[in-house]
């Protein structure tokens, strides 16, 4: 059962019937959905998310929603010049356009409602929780439901079992306080208001997303594609009274503007489709789940509305707990895989957290100095190109976020040995060490590539591999159309870094692992020797890579080992088709890499403390021929 028909619980819907879980509801307390904008920003890992899930989504989400192919954050005091100026695209992983895509959450879940009706499943709603009773076995759900016989209103109570509920039910979750779970945090002190008005001639770029900043406060701007603008100023509490009491009208929102050096012609804003007031929130629950029941999106973690990031955090919660409650459900893995769900969403929703208050708390402050000092900081660190391209956007996108840190996530690397490949030994372990790569628990990037791709299916209760075509795609393409099992990436290995114990033929081997996994691997693809993707990856020598449902990398293989994949399902993962094979291959831990640097640090050390103790002497020198001088 999902609790919340939002964008949160319809994804959840959604990747839980493509999972395979037969029997899935979706309950909402609203009649009909709102028709506010609210969250307006899918950020690029959500687009990727959202393409992956099939039917019109895609095309349905493009052709409604504009693309923000920027950011800028400017100083309105100083006639808007730039602090920070962001370009989204190209895209550095397959030279798409990237940026932030513009829907009114609305449209947002009416893609996902028809995806999810395409799928068998129709939200019912109407229809209320009033408590919940976790047996054990299953949870032990009321339901208060909305009708109407004889032309009258009337409510009915429904009783259902659940086993499982997913409670996507927003900020002021009844899932969440029927749990129990604190929702620790602050309330900001400001207040905001909002408006989403036609403003004709807006001296404002229409592909870009603006943060202006200055004395008066911040405010932000955001195109929508149907020709309106989404406008959002932080109020002192003296601007706040001076402003209408129930909502902000136009004429407040031309006075707001005009006091932040945006000029408009009063007559050319019209049609206003929101305005509202709002206070903001930063708190998350202390933890995700218990039992058999779930919180995500809203119900587990509010924030600052800055950096558009709450709605697309909710999906990346759905979209990681999708794909373990669905292997459950199918009996295809032990329970306890869905305890990694709150170790791995709570501590990266924790940090965009941190990240988000950290981001407020700059742009609301209006002291003077502090204003100086924070602009050019801006200023300084947006001139480095490496920090805008290569963490911020990143970042803000939420593409860099990882799951090193997860159980799930493991790192096999076998010892090469040292009398036969003594370089290639030491090249290893620096690669381990000091070495930019792709690693267990990282999302796995989208590149365009020629690529050998191995498929297979169940015949007569039997898996087999049936399929090995030569094609030309992107990694994501190919993941998305290849079910939704794990995949398995294969490395040949370049020529400079061959090993005897290599194996001589890659693709027998992924059949072998394929045939050997009992469909819970449902794919595998070998990258050629002459792809480029191997310094992308950061992979020298033959590697395996096992890709999550969800897109991130679960287990890092080298040297190629069946046995070792097989224990990392069993065991890790607990698929229950597979028998584990002892330990997970050992990660070898040469010492000599400790060694090599432990004896740098101590000649650097060595040589530091000479040089220093040098000095030293020389000073004593210098001073004792003074003494000299002077007594005679």
Not at 228 to 248: K, Q, T
Not at 289 to 310: E, K, N, T
Not at 425 to 432: A, I, Y
Not at 593 to 621: D, E, F, P, T
């Amino acid at each position: 059962l999902v609790v919340g028909a939002g964008p949160t619980g319809l994804l959840a819907a959604v990747c839980l019937r493509l999972h395979g879980v037969e029997r899935v509801r979706i309950v909402d307390a609203l009649d009909t959905p709102s028709r506010w904008a609210k969250a307006v920003g899918l950020q690029p890992r959500s687009v990727e998310i959202l393409r992956q899930i099939g039917g019109t989504v895609r095309d349905d989400l493009f052709d409604h929603g504009s693309l923000a192919s920027r950011l800028v954050i400017a100083d309105y005091d100083k006639e808007f010049e730039p602090l920070v100026r962001a370009e989204f695209h190209p895209n550095g992983e397959t030279g798409k356009s990237s940026g932030i895509l513009l829907n009114e959450q609305w449209h947002n879940e009416e893609v996902l409602t028809k995806r999810l009706r395409e799928l068998g499943v129709k939200v019912e709603r109407g229809k209320r929780v009033e408590s919940y009773r976790d047996t054990g076995k299953f949870v032990k759900v009321a339901l208060r439901c909305k009708g109407s016989e004889g032309g009258n209103k009337v409510e009915t109570e429904e009783r259902i079992n659940a086993r499982y509920v997913v409670g996507c039910d927003g900020a002021h979750s009844v899932t969440r306080k029927h749990l129990g779970i604190a929702f620790k945090g602050e309330r900001f002190p400001r207040s905001y208001a909002l408006v989403h008005a036609m403003v004709d001639d807006f001296p404002m770029d229409r592909q870009t997303i603006r943060i202006d900043l200055g004395r008066k406060g911040w405010i932000f701007t955001s195109p929508m594609a149907d020709g309106s603008w989404i406008v959002v100023f932080d109020l002192s509490d003296e601007e706040r009274a001076a402003c209408s009491p129930d909502r902000p009208s136009l004429e407040d929102f031309h006075r707001l503007l005009s006091e932040r050096g945006i000029g408009v012609d009063r007559k050319k804003i019209h049609s206003p489709q929101w305005q509202s007031y709002f206070n903001v929130h930063s708190r998350q629950a202390e933890r995700y789940s218990v039992g058999r029941i779930f919180l995500c999106g809203d119900a587990a973690h509010i924030h600052s509305p800055l950096g558009g990031q709450g709605m697309n955090m909710g999906l990346q919660d759905a979209h990681n707990l999708a794909w373990k409650l669905a292997l459950v459900v199918r009996g295809e893995a032990g329970e306890s895989l869905l305890d990694s769900y709150d170790s791995e969403r709570h501590s990266v929703d924790r940090d965009v957290l941190a990240l988000v208050e950290t981001m407020h708390a700059n742009v609301t402050k209006r002291d003077p100095a502090y204003v100086l000092v924070r602009n050019n900081a801006m200023r300084a660190i947006s001139s480095v190109q490496f920090i805008v391209e290569a963490i911020a956007l990143p970042t803000l996108g939420q593409t860099a976020y990882s799951y090193r840190f997860s159980k799930l996530s493991v790192e096999s690397w076998g010892r090469v040995p040292f009398p036969r490949h003594p370089l290639k030994r030491r090249s290893q372990n620096l690669l381990r060490v000091f070495g930019r790569r792709i690693k267990a628990g990282d999302r796995v990037p989208d590149f365009d590539l020629n690529l050998i791709d191995i498929s297979g299916h169940t015949l007569d209760g039997e898996f087999r591999a049936v399929q090995r075509e030569e094609k030309q795609t992107s990694l994501h393409r190919w993941d998305a159309s290849g079910g939704k099992g794990f995949k398995v990436l294969i490395f040949d290995g370049l020529p400079t870094h061959k090993l005897k114990s290599d194996k001589d033929d890659t693709s027998a081997f992924a059949m072998s692992l394929l045939r050997a996994s009992q469909g819970v691997i449902t794919r595998a693809v070998v990258i050629p020797v002459d792809s480029d993707i191997y310094n992308k990856f950061g992979v020298h020598g033959q590697c395996l890579m096992l890709i999550r449902p969800d897109g991130y990398v679960g287990l890092r293989q080298e040297p190629l080992c069946i046995n070792s994949t097989l224990s990392y399902l069993a065991e890790t993962i607990k698929a229950t088709q597979v028998r584990s094979h002892g330990i997970i291959c050992a990660t070898g831990q040469d010492p000599a890499a400790g060694i090599i640097l432990s004896s740098l640090l101590c000649a650097l050390g060595y040589v530091g403390y000479n040089a220093w103790m040098g000095k030293q002497q020389r000073q004593h020198m210098v001073l004792g021929l003074s003494s000299q001088v002077l007594e005679q």
